[in-house]
């Protein structure tokens, strides 16, 4: 008789968590040696990974394809600003409770994005998202519509505000990346992928359809809200316009699209990419712009997996599995052994 | 009072151009088309990049411009959009977005930030009094008329012709209507092709009346949504009355102070989603 367990890593994602954390490691060291400009780029770049993180777990694992998580980024933002300038608080403490903040007004938010479905759920969000920054926009209090300066970090010295800043975000992603993909292995991930192989069938297996949703929901919303507050804190300058702008959410999805939607690997290959075409064409204004719209189109069209999707595809790479495999083998490797995947990637 | 509930149901007018051809996109395939308000202002764009070349004649240009948004919307769902459809969103929302910021970025190499308008002879200037100190533009009291007229007729080609009763039905079941001999992609791309004449109109009526700029589609494609959803899924005469709505909404929020009208149209359509989430006068088919 054959014995049968489940397997749940292949001999490529160890190997990546060991790099990772060695990543990590030296990354932990850069304030020492690094110069600022590089720390500024990293934590940029770590803001809109983050964000990017957070909405393909909504669109790609949670089927919550969105176009106003900009809310969210904003309201990160200006609740962190509000605790630092209004009320005194040191703004690092400030990050972690303005995205508290945000998903407890998230909830309230869900019980009206939620009547809406597919597309109009798109659109629906966009439209909570303009009526916050319009809300903004109108409030004196923090400069109204040009926008006000986090006045709250002054009495700190340049050096140990952008070490700060910069552990902050390496920590940001590194939790970001941990809590996403636990939560993709815990029950309730494997309930979320359930969910959007197929609704119907989920919760005919008991799957509570709403109730997972929510969280996710409030989860991404969180997560975003993190991300924008971290963000102001690099920038030290906030406005309605730059907070709640339909681009922190375009460049999210053309990050998800290009790397991989519905996978971990996705927004962290995306980001890269992005980070590239950022350094090198930027200056090209509206042609840099025209030519990510037209990336996002044709990737869409003729590679719906994305790049890593691709690569995976090709040689069956996976550095965060969340798939379940029954292996017979004592000693297995996935892509040798019959196997039976539960959950399966797209 | 009376005068802001005129200006009001006028925008509306406006606004239901702007919101018909989402509405028939969406009834008949299901796609949501994120770049409506985009392809609005290009259309408006190449009105007033034609009117020079029929000696400035803004009717002309727009005349021009219909046929051409019919084979524009044609093939652009025949050859692009098609390939997106299915349960899943996702495609067609990005490739609408991609379109979207496309669009936005080519318009603004070609033409610049400035706002534009279109010439319309005077008639955006002349006026009708309705007595009691009540009066209305010609313009906007033309714009009106043709939404309506673009309303019904829409309606009747839906209930009435041999067309119509393709788009019902691969609205209903696609699978089914092919098996009785339609071929889906085809009567898809005539839908996009009839709401891009829809569209064009409500382009160069929009630059007529007021300006255009580049960056002005999002919330363009905001007001459209919004009527389709005050209005109620699947019929033309609730997102009419929808736009209605809404313009009234606005009308009233800049009366109040001109800096809250777009936020008041925003949080009527938020209320109007929690209260009577099927909208005003629902039809929803499948």
């Not at chain 2, 495609?91 to 610049?112: D, H, R």
Request: hydrophobic share 55%; glycine share 12%; proline share 3%.
């Amino acid at each position: 008789m054959t014995e049968l367990r489940v397997v749940r890593s292949t001999r490529t994602s160890r190997v990546a968590l060991v790099v990772g954390i060695a990543l990590v490691v030296v990354a932990a060291t850069m304030p020492a040696w690094a110069e600022s400009s590089w720390m500024r780029d990293f934590v940029e770049i770590a803001c809109y990974f983050v964000f990017a993180l957070m909405w393909n777990l909504l669109a790609g694992y949670g089927g919550m394809v969105s176009i106003g998580q900009q809310a969210f980024f904003g309201l990160g933002g200006y609740l962190m600003l509000m605790l630092g300038n209004l009320a005194g608080v040191n703004p690092f403490v400030a990050i972690p409770l303005a995205a508290l903040g945000t998903a407890a007004i998230a909830l309230p938010v869900s019980w009206i994005a939620f009547r809406l479905q597919g597309g109009y759920f798109a659109i629906g969000t966009w439209v909570i998202a303009e009526v916050f920054r319009l809300s903004f926009a109108n409030m004196s209090i923090v400069g109204g519509g040009s926008g006000t300066s986090l006045t709250a970090l002054r009495g700190i010295e340049r050096a140990t505000r952008e070490a700060l800043t910069f552990w902050f975000a390496l920590a940001a992603v590194v939790l970001a990346i941990a809590g996403v993909y636990l939560f993709l292995r815990s029950k309730l991930g494997l309930a979320l992928l359930a969910i959007r192989d197929s609704e119907v069938a989920a919760e005919s297996q008991g799957v509570d359809v709403r109730r997972t949703k929510l969280w996710v929901y409030l989860a991404a919303a969180f997560g975003a809200a993190f991300a924008g507050a971290l963000y102001f804190v690099g920038n030290l300058r906030i406005s309605p316009d730059a907070a709640f702008s339909v681009n922190w959410t375009a460049f999210a999805i053309f990050m998800v699209v290009i790397g991989g939607i519905g996978r971990i690997e996705g927004p962290i290959v995306g980001a890269l990419i992005f980070w590239a075409l950022n350094r090198a064409f930027s200056d090209y204004g509206t042609w840099y712009l025209m030519g990510l719209g037209l990336i996002a189109i044709v990737v869409t069209i003729f590679f719906k997996q994305g790049l890593w999707g691709w690569l995976q595809q090709r040689w069956g790479w996976s550095l965060f599995p969340t798939m379940r495999w029954l292996a017979a083998a004592p000693s297995p490797s996935p892509s040798s052994s019959s196997e039976v995947s539960h959950a399966q990637h797209r | 009072m009376l005068d802001t509930l005129i200006q009001g149901l006028l925008l509306g007018g406006l606004y239901a151009l702007f919101a018909l051809g989402l509405s028939l996109m969406f009834g008949v395939m299901r796609l949501t088309n994120t770049a409506q308000g985009d392809f609005i202002v290009l259309a408006a764009f190449v009105v007033i990049a034609l009117a020079p070349l029929v000696a400035r004649s803004t009717l002309g240009a727009t005349l021009l411009t219909l046929p051409l948004a019919f084979a524009a919307g044609y093939a652009l769902q025949r050859w692009v959009l098609n390939g997106t459809l299915g349960r899943d969103p996702l495609p067609s929302l990005v490739v609408t977005f991609g379109l979207s910021i496309v669009i936005q970025n080519v318009l603004l190499e070609l033409f610049s930030a400035d706002p534009r308008s279109l010439d319309s002879g005077g008639f955006n200037t002349r006026g009708l009094a309705l007595g009691g100190g009540v009066a209305v533009g010609a313009l906007p009291l033309a714009i009106f008329g043709m939404a309506l007229a673009i309303t019904a007729a829409l309606q009747a080609l839906f209930d009435r012709t041999a067309l119509g009763r393709a788009f019902r039905a691969v609205s209903d079941d696609r699978e089914i209507a092919e098996l009785m001999g339609l071929d889906a992609r085809k009567v898809y791309a005539l839908a996009t092709a009839i709401a891009f004449v829809v569209i064009a109109v409500g382009g160069a009526l929009q630059a007529m009346r007021t300006t255009v700029a580049p960056s002005d589609g999002p919330l363009l494609l905001l007001f459209a949504f919004e009527a389709v959803i005050i209005g109620g899924m699947g019929s033309f005469w609730g997102t009419f009355a929808g736009a209605m709505v809404l313009g009234l909404a606005q009308q009233v929020g800049f009366r109040l102070d001109p800096g809250w009208g777009i936020w008041v149209g925003h949080l009527v359509f938020l209320a109007v989603l929690v209260v009577r989430p099927q909208g005003l006068l629902p039809r929803t088919r499948g």
